[in-house]
């Protein structure tokens, strides 16, 4: 009886990998090009000031001048705030109405500070960022103990108090409905006069990437999953032996801290502190930038914040102009009120882009990517034929 032997079946290529071991392969690919562009955006973003790019409509003049760089600084700083409220809401779901009260806590705390003593900048800054994280602390404490509309009403309490505080004016401390201007005498000469926005709008950009940073890492971190995990059902995060109030917490105080710096930053750009900083309007503005942007994304936060402030800076100028004011009644009146076009704009996201707009960008690239497997997959097939 002859026993025939199968032919030995020859090696795989090197090229055709398992599948499964594609994406792993795939993925540090796709983190270092976003990384890479990142930086690139950044590099850009800070050449602004040494540029002459006039975008009409947007910017009141060239990039290089004091009115378009303060413009983008307010800009990133705005962005830098939507985002430390998208670590509060969209990473560990926590709806406050009582944020602004710490953005208020650096821009009023700060100014207090710098004209009540004769202490530098730089330890100024540090006694006041302390002084917001002991706030926070104070208020996320309490205020965690309750979930839901309860915990956002008692920061809306938190944050009407601070408000009343301030325009109450004690002892002449925060100018009441006046605010309070910057005491500069004690502020470095490179961050004061319009000579200096140049400077001012370099730290914006600084302050802007710290706080992405800084989220990012927080995002990625342990201490995230879990905030990420308890925002979706917390009673299995206690099952398991997790300590949600205590991530809740840290979320809240970093997110308060967060926001502080961003007001003592936002403090030397407008020279002075003004009490809406302290509403809890404020809040809800902050609110609707996520929303607009997309809850959960971050670039979404930061994409909102800079369009809010851009429409919100020029749709004044819009309402006022001689096209609108030649119009019809029935179109003048509803076009002259920026916070009527705003709403307009935040019910057409809240329709027609659910998801805001990182989630439209999303889903875009959801309906690349089949076709794009699609190409991948024809031109493996040719390089094995």
């Excluded at 990142?38 to 973003?45: I, M, N």
């Excluded at 004690?186 to 000579?195: I, T």
């Excluded at 809010?308 to 001689?322: E, M, N, P």
């Amino acid at each position: 009886m002859t026993t025939q032997t199968a032919p030995p079946t020859p090696a795989a290529p090197a090229d055709d990998a398992p599948r499964a071991d594609r994406p792993a392969r795939r993925a540090p690919s796709g983190t270092l090009v976003r990384t890479l562009a990142g930086v690139a955006l950044v590099a850009v973003l800070a050449c602004l000031p040494l540029l002459a790019i006039h975008v009409p409509g947007v910017l009141p003049g060239p990039t290089y001048t004091p009115g378009a760089l303060q413009m983008m600084a307010m800009c990133w700083l705005i962005g830098a705030l939507a985002l430390s409220y998208h670590l509060l809401f969209g990473v560990a779901g926590l709806l406050s109405f009582g944020h602004a009260l710490y953005f208020a806590a650096g821009l009023y705390g700060l100014a207090i500070v710098l004209d009540t003593t004769e202490i530098p900048l730089l330890p100024a800054a540090a006694l006041v960022l302390v002084g917001g994280i002991v706030l926070a602390h104070v208020v996320g404490a309490i205020s965690l103990r309750v979930t839901g509309i309860s915990f956002a009403m008692v920061t809306l309490a938190f944050a009407q108090a601070g408000n009343v505080l301030v325009r109450r004016n004690p002892g002449g401390a925060t100018g009441g409905e006046e605010g309070l201007a910057l005491a500069t005498r004690n502020v470095p000469d490179a961050f004061v006069g319009v000579l200096n926005t140049r400077n001012l709008y370099w730290l914006a950009l600084a302050v802007l990437v710290v706080v992405y940073l800084v989220v990012l890492w927080v995002e990625r971190s342990r201490a995230g999953h879990v905030a990420a995990a308890t925002r979706e059902n917390e009673m299995r995060v206690r099952v398991i032996g997790g300590r949600p109030y205590l991530v809740k917490l840290l979320v809240f105080v970093l997110a308060a801290t967060l926001a502080t710096v961003v007001g003592m930053a936002y403090l030397l750009l407008q020279s002075g502190a003004v009490p809406r900083a302290t509403s809890a309007d404020f809040t809800l503005t902050l609110l609707v930038m996520v929303v607009l942007g997309g809850v959960g994304s971050r670039w979404g936060a930061i994409v909102g914040g800079v369009l809010y402030t851009i429409l919100d800076q020029r749709l004044g100028t819009l309402a006022s102009s001689a096209a609108v004011a030649d119009l019809p009644a029935v179109l003048r009146v509803p076009l002259s009120e920026p916070l009527f076009l705003l709403g307009t704009l935040f019910i057409l996201v809240v329709m027609f882009l659910p998801g805001g707009i990182a989630g439209a960008a999303s889903r875009l690239a959801a309906r690349r990517r089949p076709r794009e497997d699609r190409e991948e997959a024809r031109e493996r097939l040719e390089e094995v034929a």
